[in-house]
């Protein structure tokens, strides 16, 4: 009867936690200027409440500090899936795209290694830094995408960038109101890519988390 019971609790406890995501980023997932809990990652963990988000997400952080910190979040964390969102700050210091690129890649390899998922959540940086160098920012991670064979979540969030009513006065960050659109759009993505049994069957977020 005992090792009965041990069984079922173990087969539940499984369930509880059906993955384990963890959202490798910068200021844009680390909930910069607003509170943590109005960040999108926490709206997002609120309706995936059986499945354990991890948010290693540091403001300021770059490819290069992303790849330098992932080796030990992924022996600590174990998770079963890494997005990977990372790529604003060295676009906005104008770091060579191949110096990105290479980061990005290894990233994605390590995470390989380790046989983790590995996706991507596609940047843009503001169109004063010039035509060129930003076009070819924003296609770099389909490029990488592409070549590396894993999930790009697109940055479309035009109706996020056009309106003041959504962006905090430095011109740059998304505030609180602009919050459950970004998470929105990740748990959609993340319908696409993780197992069926893996994304909670919810209703979409309530307009009065908007």
Same mark, same amino acid.
């Given at each position: 009867m005992i090792k009965w019971l041990v069984c079922v609790f173990l087969f539940f406890s499984q369930l509880g936690h059906s993955a384990? %995501? @963890? =959202? @490798?980023?910068d200021s844009l997932s680390a909930s910069y200027g607003i509170a943590e809990e109005q960040g999108w990652v926490n709206l997002l963990s609120n309706e995936l409440p059986n499945h354990r988000i991890v948010n290693a997400s540091i403001s300021g952080d770059t490819t290069g500090g992303g790849f330098a910190r992932l080796p030990l979040l992924l022996v600590d964390i174990k998770p079963d899936y890494v997005l990977i969102a990372l790529g604003a700050n060295d676009g906005l210091r104008g770091h060579p795209l191949p110096l990105i690129a290479k980061n990005i890649t290894a990233m994605i390899e390590l995470c390989k290694k380790h046989q983790v998922q590995p996706s991507l959540f596609g940047m843009r940086i503001p169109p004063n830094y010039g035509r060129r160098y930003g076009e070819g920012f924003a296609n770099l991670y389909g490029?990488?995408?592409?070549? #590396?064979?894993?999930? $790009?979540?697109?940055?479309?969030?035009?109706? =996020? @960038?056009? #309106?003041?009513?959504? =962006? %905090? #006065?430095?011109? $740059?960050?998304p505030n609180a109101a602009a919050q459950p659109i970004i998470a929105r759009a990740v748990r959609a993505f993340l319908n696409s890519i993780l197992a069926p049994n893996i994304v909670a069957k919810r209703a979409p977020l309530a307009p009065g988390n908007q």
């Open positions: 384990t %995501l @963890l =959202i @490798l980023g490029t990488i995408a592409r070549q #590396s064979n894993v999930p $790009l979540m697109p940055f479309n969030f035009d109706e =996020i @960038l056009i #309106s003041k009513n959504f =962006i %905090l #006065s430095d011109g $740059l960050h």
